[in-house]
Nanobody, 124 residues
Framework: QVQLAESGGGSVQDGNSLNLSCVVS????????MGWFRQAPGKEREGVAT????????YYIESVKGRFTISQDKAKSTLYLQMNSLQPEDTAMYYC?????????????????WGQGTQVTVSS
């Protein structure tokens, strides 16, 4: 099994920043895709960003491009999501996820390990 533990959420005002962390433990050699998902109240969970750990290739959904950065520190077994210029529509529970790449691609359906989530609230 792969265990994921998120931290770093909080309540901030519009335009501010947060840096989410996710410590990864367990059978980490079985996963090579890391990602962040979010779920706002009354909405479905959506993927936000992915990272292919083999070559650090990253992908972002359009609404966070240029504002969010996904990265990893392999020595610390930690995944990060630096979130800048936060907006009220970024308010959600954020989840760290891991999975095995599908022919080298981190597709949304490949994520099958999940953390408990950390709440991000952005007020205007």
């Amino acid at each position: 099994q792969v265990q994921l533990a998120e931290s770093g959420g909080g309540s901030v005002q519009d335009g501010n920043s947060l840096n989410l962390s996710c410590v990864v433990s367990g059978y980490t050699d079985r996963v090579d895709c890391m990602g962040w998902f979010r779920q706002a109240p009354g909405k479905e969970r959506e993927g936000v960003a992915t990272l292919y750990t083999v070559d650090d290739f990253s992908y972002y959904i359009e609404s966070v491009k240029g504002r969010f950065t996904i990265s990893q520190d392999k020595a610390k077994s930690t995944l990060y999501l630096q979130m800048n210029s936060l907006q009220p529509e970024d308010t959600a529970m954020y989840y760290c996820a891991a999975g095995k790449a599908d022919f080298g691609y981190c597709l949304w359906h490949t994520f099958n390990h999940w953390g408990q989530g950390t709440q991000v609230t952005v007020s205007s």
